[in-house]
Structure formats: C-alpha cells, structure tokens
C-alpha cells in the first residue's frame, strides 16, 4: 500500500509565498513522474507542475515563474515552492505521483489527501 502525505499550505497574503512538500511511503519500488494539482472551488482539477524521476520540469503558465517543483528521490519527496502568490492561487492543492510498488507489474497514480492554500488580496 502507498501513501502520499502532504504538508505545508495554508493561508497568506498576496504577494507572499508558501511551500508545499509531499512525502510518499509504502511498498514503493519505483516513483516516476510526480507533480502538483490545485481544484478550485467549481473548477475543475488542473495540473500546476510536474517533475520527472530525472528531474525535468513542465509547469501551468498561470504559474510559470512564480512556483518552482523539485524532488529529492532518497526521501520519495517531492516539493512546490509557490511565490508571488495571488488571490487566483487560491485552491486545494493535491500530490500526485505515479508509482511501481513492489508488488505489481505496472505503475499506478496515487494522490495525497490535499492541502488548503487561501491567498488573501
């Protein structure tokens, strides 16, 4: 069984910044590609950032800039650092992470629970 944790978030002023991390744990054989999802209210889930297992990055334009992803393999951990938030950042952010347990014969997308981030004008 996997599991994704999240931590960070929370509320803050325009213009400030957060972080958010992301540590997965289980039977965990393989981690591929991980990133960051938001869902705001009445909208639908849409992806912010991901991060290959070699460390190549994409990102949202909304974002570009402003947030940066990065992992660190040994800890299956992977973090967003969110600057120069605005208002429109506002959203649940969820971890996202496609993973090879031990046990199965091919990768599967595991998510964390989420995590609020409120963005104040």
């Known amino acids: 069984q996997v599991q994704l944790v999240e931590s960070g978030g929370g509320l803050v002023q325009a213009g400030g910044s957060l972080g958010l991390s992301c540590a997965a744990s289980?039977?965990?054989?393989?981690?591929?590609?991980m990133g960051w999802y938001r869902q705001a209210p009445g909208k639908q889930r849409e992806l912010v950032a991901a991060?290959?297992?070699?460390?190549?990055?994409n990102y949202a334009d909304s974002v570009k800039g402003r947030f940066t992803i990065s992992r660190d393999n040994a800890k299956k951990t992977v973090y967003l650092q969110m600057n120069s938030l605005k208002p429109e950042d506002t959203a649940v952010y969820y971890c996202?992470?496609?993973?090879?347990?031990?046990?199965?014969?091919?990768?599967?997308?595991?998510w964390g629970q989420g995590t609020q981030v409120t963005v104040s004008s």
């Open positions: 991060i290959t297992s070699g460390g190549s990055t």
């Open positions: 289980g039977n965990i054989f393989r981690i591929n590609n």
């Open positions: 996202n992470a496609n993973i090879l347990t031990i046990v199965a014969r091919y990768p599967t997308e595991h």
